[in-house]
C-alpha cells in the first residue's frame, strides 16, 4: 500500500542539499522522494510495508539534517487511574515520530510530533475513539481549569449525595450488627436498593470498564466492576432462585459508595495539587487600560496588540509586557522572581505582565503580548515541567501496566486454591472480590507526577523554573557545579577603578580611544569603559570598521589606523610590548586589566573591577557542605581568577576560559565521571549550559535563557541555586516516600485479602484512601521554605 507523507527539513544552504538527501532516500526499497530546497521539506512515497517513515526520518537525519519537531498540550478527560494513563500514552505513541507523555494527575498529555507525518486532529480522535476526552490547548487561549474543575467536583459531589443516600439502609445495619443487633432487611428489599447504586450510580464505572476492555487493556474501573458484579449478581441469583445462600449486596453497595467517595477525595487533593500554576495564571489581569484617540479604554487583555500605549494605575497589575514611555513607580515582580522587594521602573525601563504595581502612574508600550509574555513563557514551561516524566517513574509505569490483569489472575487463583482448601464457595468468593476490590493502581501513578506538580509550582512561585522532570530528578544528584565568574559569583557590573596611561600620554587621550572603541560593542567590560568616559566628559574620536575578538578584545580603524583593546594576551600576541610589573599589580588586586594601542604605541592601561555578589561566599560554602565540588570557570587570567577564587572559596578554578570552550570545560567534567551542573547568565554561557547534565541560568528570563537552560533562576540572587537543589531533594524525597507507601499498600494488602483476612467493604475503603493519602502526601511538600528567605 502506497504512502506519502510531507515534512520539513532544516539544515539545507542550496539546492546540492536537496539533491543529497533524494539521493539518500531514494536508495532505499520502495522510496521515492522529492525535496524542495525552496520551501524546505521533503514529500516520500513510500510503497509496501518495507519501509517506515521512522525509517526514511532516520536516513535523513544521518545524512547531516534536520527533521523539525512540534510540540502540543491536550487536556484530557475521562482517566480514573494511572492504568488509563498509560493506555492513551500506548496509543499515541503507536503513531509514526510521536513522542506522548500523559499525566493522570494534571490530566494532561504533552505529544512531540512530526508535522506533515502526523497532525495535532490525529491525537484528538484516536483518544476520544479510546473511550476519553480530549481538548487542545493553544498557546494564549487558556480554558478555565478552575470552573472545570469546580464543574467535575459538583458531578462527583452529587454521585456520591445520591450513592450514600440509597447506601444508607445498609450502613446503619452494619453499625447496628456492631451494637449486637441482628436485625436484617428482607432480601428482597437490598436487592431493590442495591439495583440501582449498582447500574445508575456505578455506571461510570462500567462506561470506563467497557472503553478499556475495548482498548485491549485494562484499569482500576475493571477492577472494581468484577469485584462488585460477582458480589451483586450472585445475591441476586440468590433471591431470585430462593438459594439457600448468604447475600453480599451490602458489600457491592458499600464498596461502590466508599471508592466514590474515595475519588472524591481524590479530586479535591488533586486539585490543590494545581496550586502553583493556578496562581500564575490568576496574575495576569483580565482588562487592560489603553490609550485610544486621547481617550484611555478599557479592553480586555486578549485584545491588546503590540505598539499599544497602556496606562497602569497604582495598585493594578501590568497586564502584559512592555516599557515604561512615562512615569516612575516601583513595581514588585515577586511573581517572576521570588523577590519580595519591589523595583523602580522609570522610563525605558521593562516592565512584565503579572507583575503589581505599587504607588505611580506608569505610561507602558505594549511589545509582547499573548503567548509572547514572559508570564505565558514561564506557564508554558511549567506545564510543560508538569507532564514530563522523571526517570523514577519507570519502575511504577512498568507495574501498572501489567497490574490489572496480574490482579483478575492472582483473585481468580484466590477463589480456586480457597474452595479446593476450605470447600466453601461463598467464603472463597469473598475472598477473590477482596482482592479485586483493595487492588490500586492509583496510588502508583499518582505517585511521581503529584510530588512532580507540587514542586515544579511550588519553584516557579520562588522564582525556580524547571524545564522538565529529568531536571527536577537530576538536580539532587550533582556533584559538581561549574559556575561562571562573572555575572554568576561577581555582580556583572565591572566598572572602572583604575587609568593608568602610558609615559608621554594623557589619560583624556586614552580614555578617548578606549571610548571609541568600546561604544558599540555590548559586552559588560565595554559598557563599564563607555559609562567611565562619559562621566569623564571625553569626546571619543571616530572609529570605523570595528571587529570584536570573542574573549580577546576589539579593533577598529581610527584616523586610517588599527587600535586595539584587549587582554594583555591579545595586544601580546599582535606585537605589542607590555609593561607587566603594571598589569601584575593590578591583577594581584582581582582586577581585569585591558591595554590600548593605536598603531605600534601603547596608551595605557585601564583596570576594571566587579564586585562579589553578596551571598557568593556564603552560598559556595554552603554548597561544598553538601558534598558539591564548585569549579570558577573565567576569561580573565590565573592571576586575577585565583584572587577571585581565593575570596570565594571554590574548590577550583580554570583561567583563560573562552565563552566558545566553556562547553568543553564542563564536558571534561562530566568525562570524569561526575554529574555536572552549570550556572551562567543564559546568554554567552548557552552551550555550557547545554552541555552541563543540569544547566542554572541565573537572572530575570531572557529568551535564551528560557530555551536553553534545565532550571531558570528567576532572581538574580546565587542563593536560588541553593533553593533549586534543595527543592530537587525535598521533591525526590516525597516521591520516593510516595513509592514505598503505594508498593507496601499493595504487597501487604494483596496477601491480606487473598486470606480472607479482609472484609471486601474494608478492602474498597483501604483501596479509595490509598490514592488520597498519596496525594495529601505530596501537598506535604508545600511546606518547603527557601533559604534565601531564611
Known amino acids: 500500500m502506497s504512502q506519502t507523507v510531507s515534512f520539513p527539513v532544516g539544515g539545507m544552504t542550496c539546492a546540492a542539499c536537496a539533491a543529497r538527501i533524494e539521493k539518500v532516500l531514494n536508495r532505499q526499497d520502495g522510496v521515492h522522494a522529492t525535496v524542495n530546497f525552496a520551501s524546505e521539506r521533503a514529500q516520500v512515497q513510500m510503497d509496501g510495508p518495507a519501509t517506515s517513515i521512522e525509517t526514511v526520518v532516520s536516513a535523513v537525519r544521518k545524512a547531516g539534517f534536520t527533521v523539525d519537531e512540534r510540540s502540543i498540550d491536550l487536556s484530557l478527560s475521562g482517566m480514573t487511574c494511572a492504568a488509563c494513563a498509560a493506555r492513551i500514552e500506548k496509543i499515541l505513541n503507536k503513531l509514526p515520530m510521536t513522542q506522548a507523555s500523559v499525566n493522570f494527575a494534571a490530566e494532561r498529555a504533552h ?107 485494562a484499569n482500576m474501573d475493571v477492577l472494581v466492576v468484577l469485584g462488585t458484579s460477582i458480589a451483586y449478581f450472585f445475591s441476586a441469583a440468590v433471591v431470585l432462585f ?44 483580565q482588562i487592560a487600560h489603553v490609550e485610544s484617540g486621547g481617550d484611555v479604554l478599557d479592553r480586555p487583555v486578549a485584545e491588546v496588540h503590540v505598539g499599544d500605549m497602556l496606562v497602569v494605575r497604582p495598585g493594578e497589575s501590568v497586564p502584559v509586557d512592555g516599557v515604561v514611555m512615562d512615569g516612575a513607580s516601583e513595581v514588585n515582580e515577586a511573581m517572576l522572581t521570588g523577590e519580595s522587594l519591589p523595583v523602580l521602573k522609570q522610563v525605558d525601563a521593562q516592565v512584565f505582565g503579572g507583575t503589581m504595581n505599587a504607588n505611580g502612574v506608569l505610561r507602558v508600550k505594549a511589545t509582547g503580548v499573548g503567548a509572547n509574555t514572559a508570564l505565558s513563557r514561564i506557564v508554558k514551561m511549567v506545564e510543560q515541567a508538569q507532564g514530563s516524566k522523571a526517570h523514577v517513574q519507570r519502575l511504577a509505569d512498568k507495574v501498572s501496566s501489567i497490574f490489572v490483569p496480574a490482579v483478575v489472575s492472582f483473585a481468580l487463583v484466590t477463589f480456586l486454591v480457597s474452595w479446593l482448601i476450605t470447600g466453601n464457595a461463598s467464603w472463597s468468593l469473598v475472598s477473590a472480590v477482596s482482592v479485586l476490590v483493595i487492588a490500586c493502581p492509583c496510588s502508583l501513578g499518582l505517585a511521581t507526577p503529584t510530588a512532580i506538580m507540587v514542586g515544579t509550582g511550588l519553584g516557579a512561585r520562588c522564582g525556580i523554573l524547571f524545564r522538565n522532570a529529568d531536571a527536577l530528578e537530576q538536580a539532587e544528584k550533582l556533584t559538581t557545579l561549574v559556575v561562571d565568574k562573572t555575572g554568576t559569583l561577581t555582580e556583572g557590573r565591572p566598572t572602572v577603578s583604575d587609568v593608568r596611561p602610558a609615559p608621554q600620554v594623557d589619560a583624556t587621550h586614552l580614555l578617548a580611544v578606549a571610548y571609541a572603541l568600546e561604544k558599540d560593542s555590548e559586552h559588560p567590560l565595554a559598557r563599564a569603559v563607555v559609562d567611565y568616559g562619559t562621566a569623564q566628559g571625553v569626546q571619543p574620536p571616530v572609529a570605523s570598521t570595528f571587529q570584536a575578538v570573542p574573549g580577546m578584545g576589539v579593533t577598529a580603524q581610527i584616523d586610517e589606523t588599527l587600535a586595539r583593546l584587549g587582554s594583555p594576551r591579545f595586544l601580546a600576541d599582535a606585537g605589542v610590548t607590555l609593561d607587566h610589573t603594571v598589569i601584575e599589580a593590578l591583577e594581584s588586586e582581582g582586577k581585569t586589566v585591558v591595554g590600548v594601542t593605536v598603531g605600534a604605541q601603547l596608551l595605557g592601561y585601564i583596570a576594571l573591577s566587579d564586585r562579589l555578589r553578596p551571598d557568593a561566599i556564603a552560598t559556595v560554602s554552603a554548597l561544598k557542605k553538601s558534598g558539591i565540588k564548585v569549579v570558577m570557570l573565567t576569561g580573565d587570567n590565573q592571576r586575577t581568577a585565583s584572587v577571585v577564587a581565593a575570596q570565594v572559596g571554590v574548590d ?53 535563557a528560557l530555551d536553553t537552560a534545565d532550571v531558570v533562576l528567576m532572581k538574580s540572587d546565587l542563593t536560588s541555586v541553593l533553593d533549586a537543589i534543595s527543592l530537587s531533594r525535598a521533591t525526590l524525597a516525597k516521591i520516593r516516600q510516595n513509592l514505598f507507601f503505594a508498593f507496601i499498600y499493595n504487597i501487604l494488602g494483596l496477601p491480606l485479602a487473598a486470606c480472607g483476612l479482609l472484609n471486601p467493604i474494608v478492602a474498597g475503603a483501604a483501596m479509595a484512601m490509598s490514592s488520597v493519602s498519596v496525594v495529601s502526601n505530596s501537598l506535604l511538600l508545600n511546606r518547603w521554605r527557601p533559604q534565601s528567605r531564611g
Open 242 to 285: 430462593h438459594l439457600h445462600q448468604p447475600v453480599y449486596f451490602e458489600a457491592s453497595v458499600s464498596i461502590i459508595t466508599l471508592i466514590s467517595l474515595g475519588k472524591l477525595m481524590e479530586t479535591r487533593a488533586k486539585n490543590k495539587t494545581s496550586a502553583g500554576i493556578e496562581s500564575l495564571l490568576q496574575l495576569q489581569p
Open 111 to 217: 505529544i512531540v510530533y512530526v508535522p506533515g507525518v502526523v497532525e495535532p486532529e490525529t491525537f484528538i480522535a484516536r483518544i476520544e475513539k479510546a473511550g476519553f476526552g480530549a481538548k487542545r490547548l493553544d498557546d494564549g487561549v487558556r480554558e478555565d481549569p478552575n470552573a472545570r474543575r469546580i464543574a467535575i467536583w459538583q458531578t462527583e459531589r452529587n454521585r456520591v449525595i445520591l450513592t450514600a443516600l440509597l447506601s444508607l439502609p445498609f450502613f446503619v445495619e452494619m453499625v447496628g450488627m456492631v451494637f449486637g443487633s441482628m436485625h436484617m432487611m428482607p432480601d428482597w428489599v437490598q436487592f431493590l436498593l442495591a439495583t440501582p447504586v449498582q447500574f445508575f450510580c456505578a455506571r461510570h464505572l462500567y462506561q470506563r470498564a467497557w472503553n478499556a476492555v475495548r482498548g485491549g487493556s
Open 652 to 704: 577550583e578554578y580554570m583561567a583563560g576560559v573562552l565563552p566558545g570552550h566553556k562547553a568543553d570545560a564542563v564536558e571534561k567534567y562530566r568525562a570524569a565521571g561526575s554529574l555536572v551542573g552549570m550556572v551562567g547568565d543564559g546568554i554567552n554561557d548557552a552551550p555550557a549550559l547545554a552541555a552541563a547534565d543540569v544547566g542554572f541560568a541565573i537572572g530575570a528570563g531572557s529568551a535564551i
